[in-house]
């Protein structure tokens, strides 16, 4: 279920002239599915919050690039 929410969000991201998608998540959370899903991670902070990390991912969407 949550791969098919996420191919719908991008490919309405798409539809609207989107580039790329960024966000952030945690450890905790779903750092790999988003790996899985060709995300790219660019940063992290470390215990934050205390104990857990930051991750955030960024992904280029297919389209029209200038």
Do not use: N
Not at 43 to 58: A, C, E, L, M, T
């Amino acid at each position: 279920m949550g791969s098919r929410l996420m191919q719908m969000a991008e490919d309405l991201a798409v539809e609207k002239g989107c580039v790329g998608i960024w966000l952030d998540t945690f450890d905790f959370q779903a750092p790999d599915f988003y790996r899985r899903h060709g995300y790219t991670e660019f940063g992290q902070i470390d215990d934050y919050p205390p104990g857990s990390k930051r991750f955030f991912f960024q992904k280029r969407l297919p389209g029209e690039q200038s």
